[in-house]
């Protein structure tokens, strides 16, 4: 296991791939309608990144097994997909839901991040589910500080997601992060209170609770990258980069367009 600590350099690094990540979504936010294709959403952001950023979308020929490099730049990721959804020719529809998400590379750092977008009017159920996901995120990143264990973090998403009724995917978690996309240690979003590696200042790491309304079983699709629920049941996710600082957390991929805390996070301190 080996986890990297940030430093002032690294922390700056951070700062600007996980902007710069934020910025994509910001960008891609007014093209999210019925009718356009993920192919499409896929094309806007490998050029936004590419020729206006001047960075790198990390997921393009991302190779981690060795054997089946992942095909486009972002991950769009509708309705029963849990996660590393690929981008295709079939258009959106009202009542949709999709996570894109979003992992740029600038100056060598990594900044991973993801929202959940409704195509049109969705149904009272999507949307709920969308939004106790991203209440669950938040669950998660605002206890984030220095002697914190990995466990309490699982532990008050899970705890979040399941008093609402819903379940919380187990085989994909979130990661440690910086010059490599994923690093140890691995964020899980379920445990029991006081277990688990304690965190430390200096390490940034993401926050990606999957959650479905079903069940949580998964099955992987034959193009070996696409996670479905195996009830075919909604399923949403929210990702944050985040370093934990000497007195609390900063998150590093906001920008302009990231939606505000829930009412229920106090602001953070100042570091
Ligand atoms: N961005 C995803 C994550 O949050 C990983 C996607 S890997 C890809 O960890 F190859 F599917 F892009
Ligand atoms: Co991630
Ligand atoms: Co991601």
Redesign the pocket.
């Known amino acids: 296991m080996t986890v990297t600590f940030k430093d002032a350099a690294g922390i700056e690094g951070m700062r600007l791939a996980g902007r710069l990540a934020a910025e994509v979504l910001d960008h891609l936010t007014p093209y999210v309608r019925p009718g356009i294709t993920t192919n499409e959403l896929d094309q806007l952001a490998h050029d936004y990144i590419v020729n206006v950023q001047q960075a790198i979308p ?2 393009l020929h ?1 190779d ?1 097994s060795g054997h089946n490099p ?1 095909p ?1 730049s ?2 769009t990721s509708v309705n029963a997909v849990i ?2 959804g690929i981008p295709n020719d079939k258009p959106l529809k009202k009542g949709d839901t999709l996570n894109i ?3 740029v590379i600038k100056n060598g750092w990594h900044g ?1 991040t ?1 929202r959940m977008f409704h195509v049109g009017e969705v149904s009272v159920a999507a949307k709920r589910l969308s939004a106790i996901t991203y209440e669950a995120m938040w669950k998660g990143i605002e206890i984030v500080r220095p002697g914190v264990r990995l466990g309490d973090i699982g532990h008050v998403i899970q705890r979040h997601a399941e008093a609402a009724g819903y379940s919380v995917v187990r085989e ?1 978690c ?2 440690g992060i910086g010059q490599k ?2 690093e140890d240690p691995q964020i899980l979003h379920y445990g029991k209170p006081g277990t688990g590696m304690e965190i430390k200042a200096g390490m940034v790491f ?1 926050i ?1 609770p999957m959650i479905n309304q079903g069940k949580r079983d998964i099955r992987e699709m034959g193009d070996g ?1 696409t996670i479905v629920t195996k009830d075919r049941s909604l399923s949403a996710q929210w ?1 944050h980069t985040v370093l934990c600082t000497e007195t609390g957390y900063e998150i590093m991929t906001l920008s302009a367009g990231s939606p505000p805390p829930p009412a229920f996070v106090a602001p953070a301190l100042p570091a």
């Open positions: 990390a997921p991302y981690p992942y486009k972002i991950c996660c590393h998400d979003i992992t991973d993801s994909f979130g990661h996309f994923h993401t990606e990258w990702e």
